[in-house]
């Protein structure tokens, strides 16, 4: 089996990962519990401002203002702020647009580019993160490196998922 794999990041992977740490940022339990919680108490505030008739003087307009704002940002985040951010920062940062040569084993995941090698034991990722194109491997909560599964054949895939089980998430 050939665990290595060549391959040069394009502005969509990394806007592709960027969205799944977003999505990853807000599946978090306390954000989620928080959101929750800014759901309900908008919706009593609803509940107390139509008992009251309507009033919508300046706060409640102000409230109604701030709650669609917040409730928006999520959606927001994912689907124009991160790609969007994403793009730009790859076009800024030359590191993202060299070719890059991921090998893997049970020691670890080892990345070359033209930067240098480096060498990180699976007991260093905090998480990994998957969706249909992307593998994330977290180094901090911040901080992930990033395979795109349009790179990997099945069977490359599934013993990358073998090694990193040892990743926690």
Known sequence: MNRSVSFTLTADDYAAANKLHVLNFYRDLFRLAMIAAGVLLYALFIVSDYASGWSFGTYAAIVHFFAFWLLLMPFLSYFLFAPDIARK???KQKSLQQPLTWSWSEAGLKVTSDGGEWLTPWDHY??????????????????????PKRVLTPEQLAELRECADRVAG
Do not use: D, I, S, W
């Not at 905090?126 to 990033?146: G, S, W």
């Open 89 to 91: 920062t790859f076009r």
């Open 126 to 147: 905090l998480k990994r993160a998957e969706n249909a194109e992307m593998l994330l491997f977290y180094q901090a909560p911040r901080l992930f490196q990033m395979v």
